[in-house]
């Protein structure tokens, strides 16, 4: 078994910002394949309003096409209405997010942070026996809108995460502008007030800072990394932003320091292709790309 957690959240964070429409077929072989390549927890869709959302409009349709038991299946719950749709499937884990910045907040969930925390203590009025929560917390290196975040308030909403029941919190460097010396002062103040073997960290690749970003989160004790396979994604308020963090390449990163993972790099690869196909796009993912070549897939 792995001592690091892997979560890929290339069927939801990867696809959602897409404007070409993905058939519904189509993502349900990334997500079976994406297990077949020994991914063990995946992020399959998101609950979400289809006007808001469009790409994710298939979301119980991609559900009802996949078993739920084979792998940890999560699911993203925005709000209420998102708890009571996904009722109709039965997954291991939902996860919740919040942010920050009370800008981004407006801009990205149209809605105040209070009001965002609020959204999160109705879905937990809903949540099933012993399905488990996840929280995410994004802008946590900076906010487009905002600038430089304090660590006041990062420590302000892993806190509140945390006391509504959340399981584990991903931290998110949603714009891509971390680097190795930003993780290692967040960090050293997340360890002073939390367990460090429940954050994750969630990095983009905007800035090919990524890896850096991971190995400096490892050397502080997280074991647990958010990514998306082929490095698809990104946030839609980062502009240029190149995407998310590409599992191949953190997989690779595992390797050289033989870190164990139940991966396997060329199903891996294998997994992404019809998506990049269909969309017309080739991965930023340098491991990726030299598979491609060397194996011809």
Same mark, same amino acid.
């Given at each position: @078994? ?39 927890? =995946? ?7 289809? *006007? ?22 999560? &699911? ?18 939902? $996860? ?28 937990? %009025? ?16 900076? $906010? ?19 006391? @509504? #029941? $959340? ?9 891509? =502008? ?7 002062? =967040? ?28 190995? %400096? ?6 074991? &647990? ?5 082929? #490095? ?6 980062? *502009? ?18 033989? =870190? ?20 017309? *796009?080739?991965?930023?993912?340098? &491991? ?10």
């Amino acid at each position: @078994m792995s001592i690091v957690k892997i979560v890929e959240v290339g069927p939801r964070d990867g696809l959602q910002n897409e404007s070409k429409i993905i058939p519904t077929d189509l993502k349900t072989n990334f997500i079976n394949n994406l297990y077949k390549a020994g991914l063990e927890n =995946i992020e399959v869709t998101s609950f979400v309003s289809p *006007k808001a959302v469009p790409q994710m409009s298939d979301a119980d349709k991609v559900c009802s096409n996949i078993d739920l038991s084979k792998f940890n299946a999560s &699911v993203l719950i925005p709000n209420l209405k998102g708890i009571k749709l996904s009722k109709r499937h039965d997954f291991n884990e939902i $996860c919740v997010f919040t942010t920050t910045s009370e800008a981004f907040a407006n801009k990205n969930t149209k809605c105040s942070l209070p009001e965002s925390y609020q959204r999160i203590k109705e879905i937990f %009025s809903h949540i099933e026996n012993n399905q488990k929560v996840r929280g995410y917390l994004s802008t946590v290196f900076g $906010c487009p809108y905002e600038g430089d975040i304090s660590i006041d308030k990062v420590l302000y909403g892993v806190e509140k995460l945390f006391a @509504m #029941g $959340c399981y584990e919190v991903a931290l998110g460097d949603t714009t891509g =502008i971390g680097s190795p010396d930003k993780v290692l002062k =967040i960090l050293e103040k997340i360890k002073e007030h939390f367990e460090i073997s429940k954050i994750a960290m969630h990095f983009h690749d905007t800035h090919g800072m990524g890896l850096l970003n991971v190995h %400096s989160s490892y050397e502080q004790g997280v074991r &647990v990394f958010d990514s998306s396979a082929g #490095g698809l994604g990104g946030c839609p308020y980062a *502009k240029g932003a190149s995407g998310n963090l590409a599992t191949e390449d953190l997989c690779h990163y595992l390797n050289e320091r033989n =870190i164990k993972t139940s991966i396997d790099l060329k199903k891996l690869v294998q997994a992404s292709k019809e998506i990049f196909e269909f969309l017309g *796009k080739s991965s930023m993912s340098k &491991v990726n790309q030299y598979i491609v070549r060397s194996h011809e897939l």
